[in-house]
């Protein structure tokens, strides 16, 4: 039986290595790679694009759309790992989880995109609360968070890395503060808002590993909600997947470091809670190169390939990166 065979456009950024790194052991499929020498070939990439089952775009966003025209074969099934397409109604967003059935439209679609890191986190925590009635849509929401340097690509991380850098001058820093970081309108569309949340992004001086912070005013939502009604409506929402671990409200840690899950595909979800001033913190925690970009591309081959392995969801968290 002929194994369903992929081809990794960017194979040599980021997230392309890790895609690969997670890929390269599997013996149910193929990676079709392009010749090193033959990277600038236009024509040879874009017969590659053609030739197989499922193209993986790991391309600036320009640079996906250009190859996404290149491919002319209707049986030639796309996920794209950029943000060209993220909000594309033509595209089914490639978060299993997001909601019932979406495992089964990403299954389904020819077209797939693969989601941000940050978006993930985000989406994760605030789409179930707006889906049941407990966060209006039209509630102003901020969100924060933090993430390892790796989520910059290849450059910040030679930045941070080379010797004698500079960029490690300063342990922590914030970073589009003009408000309108690319990740932005899909937290705002498939988080089922009205208004576009106010994101503050940051990084730290560590190479990956993600918290994604959403403060909640409890006593500002209409229906007495409590910290309780908000963390059941996250565990019934991911009772039972696979990626996604809502931990116990009881006994909250004192503490949350990013980089626990490093190296996974998984996704925890927190609330932590002040009942006297009636506030809560959602957060969420996934490594920015597993569940926020390379290890949610292999769920989603899978799925597009219907395909069921238990391998390419661990990984080094420093593997194939740099």
């Not at 369903?4 to 690969?20: M, N, R, S, V």
């Not at 209707?74 to 978060?95: E, I, K, M």
């Amino acid at each position: 039986m002929t194994r369903p065979a992929i081809f990794i456009d960017g194979e040599a950024g980021t997230t392309g290595l890790q895609i690969h790194a997670r890929l390269r052991e599997r013996d149910d499929l193929e990676i079709v790679s392009i010749a090193p020498g033959r990277r600038k070939d236009e024509a040879e990439r874009r017969r590659l694009l053609n030739a197989v089952d499922v193209a993986v775009l790991c391309l600036p966003d320009d640079a996906a759309r250009e190859a996404v025209g290149m491919i002319a074969n209707p049986n030639v099934r796309v996920l794209d790992a950029s943000t060209a397409h993220r909000v594309d109604p033509a595209w089914v967003y490639g978060f299993p989880e997001m909601l019932p059935g979406q495992d089964v439209r990403i299954r389904k679609a020819a077209r797939v995109s693969n989601p941000g890191c940050y978006s993930t986190g985000a989406i994760a925590l605030v789409r179930p609360l707006v889906d049941a009635g407990l966060l209006p849509r039209e509630y102003p929401l901020a969100i924060n968070a933090i993430s390892g340097y790796s989520g910059g690509g290849r450059r910040l991380i030679e930045a941070f890395e080379s010797s004698g850098s500079q960029a490690i001058a300063d342990p922590y820093y914030l970073y589009a503060l003009g408000l309108a970081h690319k990740h932005v309108p899909e937290m705002r569309l498939y988080g089922g808002l009205t208004h576009t949340p106010l994101f503050s992004p940051s990084v730290g001086v560590f190479r990956q590993g993600m918290l994604v912070q959403v403060p909640l005013q409890l006593w500002s939502l209409p229906g007495n909600v409590s910290a309780g009604d908000v963390h059941g409506v996250l565990s019934a929402r991911y009772e039972g997947q696979r990626f996604v671990r809502v931990a116990a409200l009881e006994s909250p840690p004192a503490r949350l470091a990013p980089e626990s899950i490093n190296g996974t595909n998984q996704l925890e979800l927190f609330v932590f809670e002040n009942t006297a001033e009636r506030q809560a913190l959602l957060v969420a925690r996934l490594d920015n190169l597993g569940k926020g970009a390379s290890g949610a591309a292999v769920q989603n081959i899978d799925l597009m390939l219907g395909l069921q392995h238990d391998s390419g969801y661990e990984l080094e968290a420093t593997a194939a990166v740099g």
